[in-house]
């Protein structure tokens, strides 16, 4: 079974300053990777994703991921922070052949960014 | 186009009540999901529906929950008997067909008393 683990729970940054949320996932074939964004009182937004093809994946906002399949990671990274950004961000993993069919998510990394 | 939309956003109701969450995919979407996101977790994932399939149940943690769906429209999360454990965010998403990106509505967060 799949599962994901994001090492840091509470991360705290100067604006301005660059940004990697950590995500680990566990699964026996190529996986389907997300991050997905939570602010306060919205619903999850999709920053990006990889499929399949180059593993340096670009998403919105400026986010950007890099797939390395020999570390089973799928790290997020921003060269510059916005106090926009603070928030809860969510890796997943989905199965690949099911299709993006049940997520399984990580437990989250709440993002505080200080002024 | 409008984007997934749940109701209500917030539900308070006394332990032992039986409550109904509602879930509005976006128009078009095959696919629609449940997931459960307790205060300060990760989301699970309840139940899923494809089309005209049968629905995946594997993620529903009791018999108390149960979700319907009717075609490729409206779903409804129904939970009997209401815990205390039961109070959680509870989220709704949608995509075109399996194997597309879940669009997620803004969650109805129960509480039970």
């Known amino acids: 079974a799949q599962s994901v683990t994001q090492p840091d729970i509470h991360i705290t940054v100067s604006e301005g300053a660059s940004l990697e949320l950590r995500c680990n996932y566990s699964?026996?074939?190529?996986?389907?990777l997300f991050w997905y964004v939570q602010s306060p009182g919205q619903g999850l937004q999709l920053l990006l994703k990889?499929?399949?093809?180059?593993?340096l994946v670009q998403g919105i906002k400026g986010f950007e991921a890099e797939f390395k399949r020999s570390q089973s990671s799928f790290n997020l990274r921003k060269p510059s922070v916005h106090w926009s950004d603070a928030a809860e961000y969510f890796c997943a993993v989905g199965a690949q052949g099911q299709g993006a069919q049940k997520l399984v998510f990580g437990q989250g990394t709440r993002l505080t960014i200080n002024p | 186009g409008a984007g997934v939309s749940q109701s209500p956003s917030n539900k308070v109701t006394e332990k032992g009540k039986d409550v109904e969450l509602r879930c509005d995919p976006i128009s078009g979407h095959t696919a629609l999901y449940w997931y459960r996101q307790r205060l300060g977790q990760g989301l699970e994932f309840l139940i899923y529906?494809?089309?005209?399939?049968?629905?995946?149940k594997s993620g529903l943690p009791s018999d108390r929950f149960s979700a319907e769906r009717t075609g490729e429209s409206v779903s409804t999360l129904t939970i009997q008997r209401t815990q205390q454990e039961d109070s959680a965010v509870y989220l709704c998403a949608s995509t075109r067909t399996a194997g597309d990106t879940q669009y997620f509505g803004p969650g109805t967060r129960l509480t039970v008393l």
């Open positions: 699964y026996g074939a190529t996986p389907y």
């Open positions: 529906f494809q089309g005209n399939s049968a629905p995946d």
């Open positions: 990889y499929f399949s093809g180059d593993t």
